[in-house]
């Protein structure tokens, strides 16, 4: 008995080692769910649907809840809220303050999406050309049977979002790191002051453009819709006209003030405007693959979010109550009602009736503590439809601002009527206002104004038709014009928790003194070494 | 897995034949087992431990079993007769053929020293000659008053444990923390264990009145025996069993419960308004002066002072009763109403020779307190089965299914943010033409009815639960023996929502358009077991030993499908929605695990205990470089009241131990990954893969006094330190990578903990009884080491996490109440302290009184006061009575505005008995330790909480509107809404009365004593009681790292009666 026994728990301990010795458990376990670096450049289909996420970051970087389009909308006084979100409220209260660039600001995410989005663009258009520099070739049948080589399609789109996006932090950022498919990330990469980045970004730009008129492609539709907002596709034209676009735009809008402003090459700026869309450029939103839900195109339509800020939609007026507005203390003023000429506040003779691009919301649901200067009771109808369907177009770059652009470069350049001609393409037909004339040419500080000076008028032009629309842009322009409160920071640092995160010491812009950067307090963490 | 499962079986299929034997003539043991007093004690379980041979007693305490003659050479051996709450019974016998008749009286273990624990220990171990601390919640601490939630059953009875029911919504989890914060970011949550199945889902499920008991094992000290998962603590619970009853009894209970839930909070709120109000008292008035209702956009503020230079709000005094014109509604009438609550069950058992079994079935409807909602509702089925083959193989096994479903609308947060809003004008039950109630009924507000969702948003969750589990134990030998055992747990979840075409938002929205949502998830976890055993004394050494091989594996899969426009009205089907707005998700992971252990405990003379135990585990979790890691424990125990030189008989036991262990936590299935997101048509750069990823690994030293003295009392005091290392956090990555971040072990947190427990047994006679309990933690934590950067997190980011930190500290702007915390350049007598307690800008020579005069016109509010010159030797101004944000010496306005973790927490637990009644009390209390009150800070944005109204206040106690918009602070984190925590709160009462079989055979002629064993009336009573200042519906919120009140669904008094009927 006790033998059997015995030999039993011997055969048992036996088992015991077989299993343990014989088992091999696989805790390899692939993730199905997502695929990594080696599988998501490994076909040259993936490498191009990575190519498409480009477009999105950069859409995103502008426009979406996160970003900064909303915190850029109040900072440059076309849009209007005092919410606190998105840094909507800090940025555009008054007296102005300083960009707060410590990583634990509450609103630190505006600034950080927007960096990261636009470094998000950068690094797939990257991987697009390191897979082509190292041989990838990118082609597909048509359905003719033809091979159809799509690589210098490719190369010329991931140069176009890398000119783009470098373009865009370029204007808002004060400096950012060059990278492209030649840098090693490994290594030391210095901080480039914005002009430099401009450089860079125009050169990418311009490799575009070189690609474009060697070659016939079309960008496919998916990668930023065009066509469900009835626009034309991106062909290699339509592409390098965007570039030769965002060159202009670029060009003009990095300046930081009215002395770089001034100093722009405007021969340029208009030679390269000339070369650019003859069509609208945007994204047609399908509430599907894209959208922007709670983003800055969606908050401005809504009245109980965002309001068109009267320094907008003011200069409209006609029965004095803005001026009358302008003259009252900030802290003291309040909302009024806009009576104009221009079919795009309201239709003639019903001044609460719904004009073309805004619409009268006489319900203002702000804190009165939190300044009644930001008080509206308008609203823009540009992106209603985007706003209540989540589906609809939203422009980035119009051939209106365009033609704005353009016209700034002829009256700097001293063609006033080719000025006028430019502002009167919206101004008569959209706004149904009196043609601008050259009878007063005025200065580039004159106040913007409906029926003031050509200058005067363009800026007012130049405000109707890019608001809602070119996200940002509001803001480049008016520094550049010096009409921006004193103390609104005129560019923004690199990132708190990115400077931080690289051991660089924190900085900011804004705030006091005449567009100072002033002395900013954030506490300096040193970040031990990785290990 | 399946060579695992193979080989398991082979094994089985192996050992059965080679150990099959025939009996022969034996020899049979009887007795009877009593208590002290005689009182027969049926279902004692009387046994031959080394041979596995025995029986349990029967009704009248009767036991008797056949010893077979293979087991018999005339040698000596134990007989033990174990009772819950007894001390063991010992007797020495000689096993030879015939018979052998043994009595036995056995004395109360008031003090539980014989009580066995299972959890973290080599084999069964009784708690004298634990190492380390395991605490074992007994049945009488959970079937007093069980709750639809086991884990609840913990609150305020266990030190050093944390649980936290952030949200009252019927259904709703909770959030468990054994000790002090293991990480920072992969969670806190212990390892939960029920029958040998490891939990792969919620806790939610299981049903309280299934529980025997549970046990404890708080940190790696004890718990490195559960490798790589159990940093953070195990709780493993046991289900009733048919062995409980006597030999051969058959238990039916009929358990009803019925009784009601009830809000029973005040209401919060401003019933004063700001407005113009004609002379009459009847209308308001607009800024034409005329007469008008609320809803004119034109409303005038009645600002004392038009004229004056700073804002009307300034000079706005909320303190006027609405106008005679103007109905108000009790928004909680209208809001919530009682429920009414029931559980049913049925349980039957059965205990014959050899085999028992427990069968419970049970219906259970919360319904809650908010209206149109339909609460929570389960049923589920358990039963258990134990089997003794043979004399050397015994089989259990044990099956739960549950099936319930919960009326989600607003998730565990969301009504009370629109709740609060509403004014006391608005009508929240308004209709409009086509009946259907109002989603904005405040012409005022951009906020919605609250009551909209909940009637006209349907959506459900679904949950499917199946555990089951298999033990199968072989003892061939009195020295060795083998187990194999399986848990398997599947957890299914199904979730729709749908919006009617036509559902109303206040902005517009695309489920105006209708939509409809759909998405499934299951878990499904599979863990099995392969245990040795070597039990041998030698002399006075006594040693257990196990090997042990386990392994677990757990799938997830998750669809979604859904989306927004619905092509016809009132087809709940996704063909129905719109082909252009659909969208669907999936999410599929899966995680496998195997450990491999050798532990063994010994001990001399039951004086000196010791106690090792290496564990290696691995994981497909850890990074491909780190699959493996080593655990181990050490600990050491002396019993020094078993010593000779023990000076009095007083202190029945005395016992120093010491342990230090290790074990460690694993990161989420994504962390090692690369990955790059699918979305869209596009692919986008996520998370950049770590191949080096490995647990945070959690060492923590334990250290404790247990004693017992006068045969009443006993007393424990723990203290532990634990430290983890490699936490498992996100590191950001600079924008240029492409990749945002990466997972990494990139920090270390320490904490400690003091716990100490009470147990007095003030009263035990036969007919009377009386313990109390008491419980003491004390919690510190701090994050020693960080390599990433600091970052703002947690609950409304007011967590801030960096190196040197305690961990618990909140974040945000703080309003300055001392003078000292003034800038330099200010003049300290232009300020006085307020009745809020801020220092506020007066002026020099005047107080905080000054802001109106008596007769309630304006003095100050609304002006500036010069509190010092700038650098360049201009003003600076303040407004007059307003507080100021404190910024510290660095310059920073972002400071320490609170803690969360408390001082201490103390629970409390009466069980009172007197014949048939019992009074069973448990008291949950916490001092110290803030709550930051979010609920309160959005009504500050429409001034609706009660400090806003001014009414009846003092003229200079009054406080202009401006005064809430700063302390609102544009919703951002600050001081003003950070609240003491500490509480006590009467958390159970119940009241029981059994009518036993005696007692019934009283009545009516003895009819019911032959029909019923047992009746038992009782009346519950849950969150009777709250003491606390805090200023919400609840102290009880949040989480345990995290202690944000959002609004969620409250806490409310629930009230029932139970008849308990035996059969």
């Not at chain 1, 040419?441 to 405000?463: H, P, Q």
Request: net charge negative; charged share 25%.
């Amino acid at each position: 008995m006790k033998l059997s026994k015995l030999f039993t728990s011997c055969a048992a301990l036996i088992l015991i080692v077989v299993l343990i010795s014989g088992c091999h458990i696989d805790l390899a376990i692939k993730n199905l769910n997502a695929p990594d670096r080696a599988r998501a450049l490994r076909n040259p289909g993936d490498v191009e649907k990575l190519l498409v996420s480009s477009f999105k970051s950069f859409y995103y970087a502008l426009t979406t809840y996160d970003g900064a389009g909303m915190m850029l909308t109040t900072m440059a006084d076309y849009g209007s809220s005092s919410w606190g979100n998105s840094g909507m409220r800090d940025m555009s209260s008054e007296p102005r303050v300083a960009w707060n660039n410590d990583p634990s600001y509450v609103y630190a995410y505006a600034l950080k999406y927007f960096w990261d989005d636009m470094y998000g663009a950068i690094s797939s258009a990257n991987d697009m050309l390191i897979s082509i520099k190292d041989g990838m070739k990118f082609y597909e049948v048509s359905s003719t049977g033809d091979t159809v080589y799509n690589t210098n399609r490719n190369k010329a789109w991931a140069k176009f979002m890398q000119g783009i996006a470098y373009g865009w932090l370029s204007l808002l950022i004060d400096k950012a790191f060059l990278v492209d498919e030649d840098t090693d990330l490994e290594g030391d990469i210095p901080a480039s002051g914005y002009k430099e980045v401009l450089d860079f970004a125009i050169k990418k730009l311009n490799d575009c453009i070189n690609i474009c008129s060697a070659n016939t492609f079309t960008i496919p539709d998916d990668w930023a819709p065009q066509s469900g907002g009835g626009h034309a596709v991106i062909d290699q034209d339509r592409l390098k006209r965007l570039c030769y676009s965002y060159i202009a735009r670029f060009t003009a809008a990095v300046a930081r003030n009215k002395t770089e402003r001034d100093a722009v090459d405007w021969s340029s700026v208009k030679t390269n405007a000339e070369k650019g869309i003859q069509d609208d450029f945007g994204v047609y939103n399908d509430w599907q693959i894209w959208w922007v839900s709670w983003g800055l195109q969606w908050m401005i339509a809504d009245q109980s979010w965002m309001k068109v800020d009267y320094r907008l939609i003011g200069p409209a007026d006609t029965s004095g109550a803005y001026d009358a507005w302008l003259a009252t203390d900030v802290q003291q003023r309040n909302v009024f009602d806009v009576l104009s000429y221009d079919r795009r506040v309201h239709p003639a003779g019903d001044p609460h009736a719904d004009g073309k691009y805004f619409y009268y919301t006489p319900d203002v649901f702000f804190r009165i503590s939190r300044g009644t200067y930001h008080f509206s009771r308008y609203n823009c109808k540009k992106t209603l439809n985007v706003h209540d369907t989540g589906t609809g177009w939203v422009t980035l770059l119009s051939t209106r601002e365009l033609d704005l652009l353009k016209a700034e470069a002829e009256l700097r350049l001293g063609n006033a009527q080719a000025a006028a001609d430019l502002i009167n393409k919206t101004r008569t037909t959209i706004g149904e206002l009196p043609a601008a004339t050259t009878a007063n040419v005025g200065a580039v500080t004159d106040e913007r104004k409906w029926n003031g000076s050509l200058w005067a008028m363009l800026k007012y032009e130049k405000g109707m038709e890019t608001v809602a629309e070119a996200f940002g842009i509001p803001l480049t322009d008016r520094r550049g014009w010096q009409e921006l409160p004193k103390g609104t920071p005129l560019q923004f640092p690199i990132p708190g928790a990115e400077l931080e995160l690289l051991m660089m010491d924190n900085y900011t812009f804004g705030g006091s003194g005449e567009y100072a950067a002033p002395k900013f307090n954030i506490r300096r963490t040193v970040l031990p070494p990785r290990q | 897995m399946k060579r695992i499962l193979i080989a398991l079986l082979s094994l089985v299929l192996i050992l059965i034949p080679i150990l099959a034997s025939a009996q022969q003539r034996g020899l049979i043991i009887s007795g009877k087992v009593t208590d002290e007093e005689g009182n027969p004690l049926p279902g004692t379980n009387v046994t031959i431990k080394e041979y596995k041979l025995g029986a349990s007693s029967d009704e009248n305490g009767v036991y008797r079993f056949i010893v077979p003659a293979r087991f018999m050479s005339g040698q000596e051996v134990e007989l033990t007769a174990e009772f819950i709450g007894y001390h063991t019974g010992k007797e020495k016998i000689v096993l030879s053929p015939g018979t052998i008749t043994k009595d036995f009286s056995l004395k109360q273990d008031v003090l539980e020293m014989d009580a066995v624990v299972v959890t973290g220990v080599t084999k069964s171990t009784p708690k004298k000659l634990l190492p380390f601390t395991v605490k074992r919640v007994a049945e009488e601490d959970i079937q007093m008053d069980p709750k639809e939630n086991p884990i609840e059953n913990l609150q305020g009875k266990v030190a050093g444990v944390s649980v936290v029911k952030g949200s009252g919504r019927p259904g709703s989890g909770l959030d468990i923390r054994l000790r002090g914060s293991t990480n920072i970011g992969t969670g806190n949550s212990p390892l939960v264990i029920v029958d040998g199945v490891i939990l792969n889902a919620s806790q939610v499920d299981i049903d309280g009145l299934d529980v025997e008991s549970m046990e404890l094992v708080k940190g790696p000290a004890a718990a490195a025996l559960y490798g790589s998962r159990a940093a953070t603590g195990v709780i493993n619970i046991k289900t009733k069993r048919g062995s409980f009853l006597a030999q051969g009894q058959t238990r039916i209970i009929l358990r009803n419960e019925y009784g009601f839930e009830l809000p029973h909070f005040k209401p919060y709120r401003n019933e004063s308004h700001q407005y113009k109000v004609d002379p009459t008292g009847t209308y308001f008035v607009n800024t034409n002066g005329d007469s008008c209702g609320i809803e004119d956009p034109n409303l005038a503020l009645d600002d004392l002072d038009p004229s004056g230079e700073g804002l009307p709000v300034e000079r706005t005094f909320i303190d006027k009763k609405y106008p005679s014109s103007i109905k108000t509604y009790d928004h909680l009438k209208q809001f919530y109403r009682p429920g009414q609550y029931f559980r049913n069950t049925v349980t039957l058992s059965r205990n014959m020779p050899g085999s028992n079994f427990r069968l419970s079935i049970s219906n259970l409807k919360e319904p809650g307190i908010m209206k149109y909602l339909k609460g929570y509702g389960r049923q589920n089925v358990r039963i258990n089965i134990d089997n003794k083959l043979r004399d050397d193989l015994s089989l259990n096994v044990g099956a739960y299914f549950m099936t319930s479903w919960r009326h989600s609308p607003f998730g565990d947060s969301g009504p009370l943010y629109d709740f609060f809003f509403m004014a006391p004008y608005t009508n929240l039950e308004a209709e409009d033409e086509n009946g259907e109630l109002l989603i904005a009924p405040d012409p005022r507000s951009n906020q919605e009815n609250p009551l909209y969702p909940a009637k006209y948003l349907k959506d459900r969750d679904y949950r499917r639960r199946l555990m089951g589990n298999f033990n199968l134990l072989y003892s061939p030998t009195n020295w060795f023996n083998a187990e194999i055992s399986f848990g398997y747990d599947r957890s299914s979840t199904f979730n729709w929502t749908y919006y009617k075409i036509g559902y109303k938002t206040m902005l517009s929205d695309p489920t105006n358009f209708g939509g409809y949502y759909r998405n499934h998830s299951f878990t499904e976890g599979l863990n099995g077991d392969f245990t040795v055993s070597f039990l041998k004394s030698f002399k006075d050494l006594s040693t257990k030993t196990d090997l042990h091989i386990h392994y677990e594996e757990s799938q997830y899969q998750y669809t979604y499908a859904g989306g927004d426009s619905l092509i016809v009205a009132g087809v709940e089907d996704l063909s129905n929605v719109n082909p252009d707005m659909r969208y669907v998700n999936s999410t599929q992971t899966e995680v496998r695990a195997i450990g491999y252990y050798a532990s063994t405990h010994l001990d001399y003379k039951e004086k000196y205990i010791g106690s090792l135990l290496l564990r290696y585990d691995g994981s497909s979790l850890f990074g491909e470089d780190e699959r493996y890691h080593l655990y181990y424990r050490g600990s050491v125990a002396w019993r020094v009241s078993e010593e000779p030189f023990w000076f009095t008989d007083k202190i029945n036991e005395f016992k120093l131990r010491a342990s230090y262990g290790t074990a460690g936590s694993r990161p989420g299935f994504y962390d090692q990954y690369e990955t790059f997101n699918v979305g869209g048509g596009a692919i986008s750069k996520g998370r950049l893969g770590n191949s080096k990823l490995k647990p945070a690994f959690a060492r923590e030293l334990e250290v404790g006094v247990e004693m017992a003295f006068l045969d009443r009392f006993s007393f424990e005091i723990t203290y532990s330190t634990k430290d983890t290392k490699d936490q498992i956090l996100t590191v950001p990555l600079a924008g240029y990578m492409g990749y945002s971040n990466e997972v990494a072990n990139a920090g270390d947190l320490k904490s400690s903990t003091i716990e100490a427990e009470l147990q007095a047994f003030v009263i035990q006679k036969r007919d009377m009884s009386w313990s109390i309990g008491a419980n003491f933690s004390r919690i510190r934590e701090e994050i020693t080491k960080l390599d990433r950067p600091p970052w703002r997190g947690g609950a409304l980011d007011a967590f801030y996490f960096k190196e040197g930190e305690v961990h618990g500290r909140m974040y945000g702007h703080r309003w300055i109440t001392k003078y000292s915390e003034l800038p330099e350049n200010y003049n300290k007598d232009a300020f006085d302290k307020n009745d809020d307690g801020y220092l506020v800008p007066v002026g020099e020579g005047n107080t905080w009184k000054d802001g109106l005069n008596s007769d309630g016109t304006i003095k100050y509010w609304g002006t500036d006061v010069v509190v010092g010159k700038d650098a360049d030797g201009n003003d600076i101004e303040l407004d007059w009575g307003m507080p100021i944000k404190y910024v510290d010496d660095e310059g920073s306005d972002f400071v320490v505005i609170g803690n969360v973790i408390p001082d201490f927490t103390v629970g409390l637990t009466s069980n009172f008995r007197w014949k048939g009644l019992s009074i069973y009390m448990v008291i949950d209390s916490q001092i110290g330790g803030d709550i930051y009150n979010e609920t309160r800070q959005w009504t500050y944005r429409e001034y609706r909480w009660e400090t806003h109204d001014q009414r009846g206040k003092k003229y200079y106690e009054k406080k202009p509107m401006a005064y809430y918009d700063i302390l609102y602070d544009t919703n951002d984190v600050n001081s003003e809404f950070v609240e003491n925590g500490t509480y006590v709160k009467l958390r159970e009462l119940s009241i029981n009365y059994r009518f036993d079989k005696k007692a019934l055979s009283g009545f009516a002629g003895g009819i019911f004593g032959n029909i019923f064993h047992a009746i038992t009336f009782g009346v519950r009573g849950r969150n009777l009681i709250t003491l606390t200042k805090y200023s919400g519906f609840d102290p009880e919120v949040g989480n345990v790292e995290q202690r944000v009140d959002n609004y969620v669904y409250p806490h409310f008094r629930q009230i029932t009666g139970v008849v308990e009927i035996e059969l």
